[in-house]
C-alpha cells in the first residue's frame, strides 16, 4: 500500500460508492480507516437512493448522503435517462459544499474519475484503468484484487491506514424491532438459505438448496429461505422442491432489517451476493457458494466463522469461453458443480450442536 500522510486542514471528505449493498459493505473497512485518519472531518457519501434510509441514523463512519442523479456508468438506472440540466445542477451544488478530499471508490475510472474530477475538491484520489484519466493521487485499478484490500489501498493514498480488515455494520434500535416481527423466537436455531444473486452465473440451482434445507431441518434448524421481491420464484422454487417445512422471509424487510434478522441467526447458505456479505458483516457465520474469480474480489478475508465454497470452473457452460479472458453474454450457472455434501459438511463445522 502507498504510504502518505494524512492530507492538512481538511474538513469534509466526498466518497463516490453509488452501487448495490454487498459493494457498500466491501467499502467499510476503508471507510472506518477514513474516518479514524480525519476524526473531525465530515464524510459525505455520494450514492443511491437506497443509501440515505439505510444509513440515517445508523452509527458509523458515514455522515451524509448525498443522492447521485442518473449518471452513465456512475449511477445508470433502467427508465432513467442521464440528464444535463440535472447533472450540472448536481455538481454546482457539490462545488459549493468546497470539498477538501474526493474519494473515487467506484472502479476503474472511466467514467467515475471525470465525474469525481468535477467535484471540484482540494485533493482527488482513487482507482485508475487504462483507459481512464488520473486523479492527483492513484493506483492501478486491477480486477482480480480483494475489493476490501483494493479500497483499503485507495484511502492509503490520502494517509487513512487500516483500523479493521472485516466489514463491521452496526444494527439500530428500529433494526432489531423490525427483525423481531418478522421472526419470533421459538428456540430453534435458525438458518437461512439465500438462493439469488444479481447475476445468473452465481446462482447455485434451487434444487441443491433444497436438499440442503432439507438435511438442515432433520437436523432440527429453523430453515428460512430469503429472496428479494424479484426473486420470488427463486424463494418458491426451492420451497417446492423441499421434503421438509421451511418458510419464506423478504419483502417487506428493509435492508437492516434484513441485517437484523440475519443477525439472529446461527447461520447463512448463500450464493455470493449481497445478503451473504451483510450477514458477515453482523457477525453471523456463513457458507458462501462461490465462482473462483469472485472468490478473489468478493470472498471472506478470515475462515474462522466463514467458509466459501468454489466452483473452479473457467469455462463457459454454454458455449465453452475462457471467461477469465472474455465476457461471453451467457448468464448460466458457473457453480452447478458445487457439490452438495461440501455445502453440508461445511454447515456442520459451523453448527456443531447439528448430528
Not at 478530499?101 to 471525470?114: C, D, F, K, T, V
Amino acid at each position: 500500500m502507498p504510504l502518505f500522510e494524512v492530507v492538512k486542514g481538511v474538513r469534509k471528505i466526498a466518497v463516490l460508492r453509488a452501487n448495490a449493498i454487498g459493494d457498500f459493505i466491501f467499502s467499510l473497512p476503508a471507510l472506518e480507516a477514513l474516518r479514524a485518519a480525519y476524526a473531525d472531518a465530515e464524510i459525505v457519501l455520494l450514492g443511491r437512493e437506497w443509501h440515505r434510509p439505510f444509513l440515517s441514523g445508523r452509527p458509523g463512519p458515514v455522515d451524509r448522503v448525498v443522492q447521485i442523479p442518473p449518471s452513465k456508468g456512475v449511477n445508470d438506472r433502467p427508465g432513467a435517462a442521464e440528464s444535463s440540466p440535472a447533472l450540472n445542477e448536481f455538481f454546482e451544488r457539490q462545488r459549493a459544499e468546497c470539498f477538501d478530499l474526493a474519494i473515487q471508490m467506484h472502479g476503474g475510472g472511466r467514467y467515475s474519475n471525470p465525474f469525481v474530477k468535477r467535484l471540484g475538491a482540494r485533493v482527488t484520489a482513487g482507482m485508475k484503468s487504462s483507459d481512464a484519466e488520473p486523479l492527483d493521487r492513484w493506483v492501478p485499478y486491477i480486477y482480480f484484487q480483494s475489493e476490501i484490500l483494493q479500497l483499503l489501498e485507495v484511502v492509503g493514498l490520502v494517509g487513512a491506514r487500516p483500523v479493521a480488515l472485516e466489514p463491521r455494520l452496526a444494527l439500530t434500535g428500529q433494526d432489531l424491532e423490525e427483525a423481531r416481527s418478522a421472526l419470533p423466537s421459538n428456540g430453534q436455531p435458525a438458518v437461512v438459505l439465500n438462493p439469488g444473486a444479481g447475476d445468473g452465473r452465481r446462482r447455485w440451482p434451487v434444487r441443491k438448496f433444497a436438499a440442503v434445507a432439507d438435511r438442515l431441518a432433520e437436523a432440527g434448524a429453523e430453515v428460512l429461505v430469503h429472496g428479494a421481491r424479484w426473486e420470488s420464484g427463486l424463494v418458491e422454487g426451492v420451497l417446492s422442491a423441499m421434503r421438509k417445512e421451511a418458510r419464506p422471509v423478504g419483502d417487506p424487510l428493509s435492508v437492516g432489517g434484513l441485517a437484523a434478522l440475519l443477525s439472529r441467526c446461527r447461520l447463512v447458505v448463500s450464493n455470493d451476493s449481497g445478503p451473504l456479505h451483510i450477514a458477515a458483516a453482523v457477525g453471523t457465520p456463513t457458507v458462501g457458494i462461490y465462482w473462483c474469480g469472485n472468490l478473489i474480489t468478493a470472498g471472506p478475508v478470515t475462515r474462522s466463522r466463514h467458509r466459501p465454497v468454489i466452483s473452479w470452473r473457467l469455462d463457459c457452460p454454454a458455449c465453452g469461453a475462457d471467461c477469465t479472458r472474455t465476457e461471453c453474454g451467457h448468464h448460466v450457472s458457473f457453480v452447478e458443480d458445487v457439490s452438495c455434501e461440501e455445502v453440508w459438511q461445511y454447515a456442520r463445522e459451523l453448527l456443531p450442536v447439528l448430528p
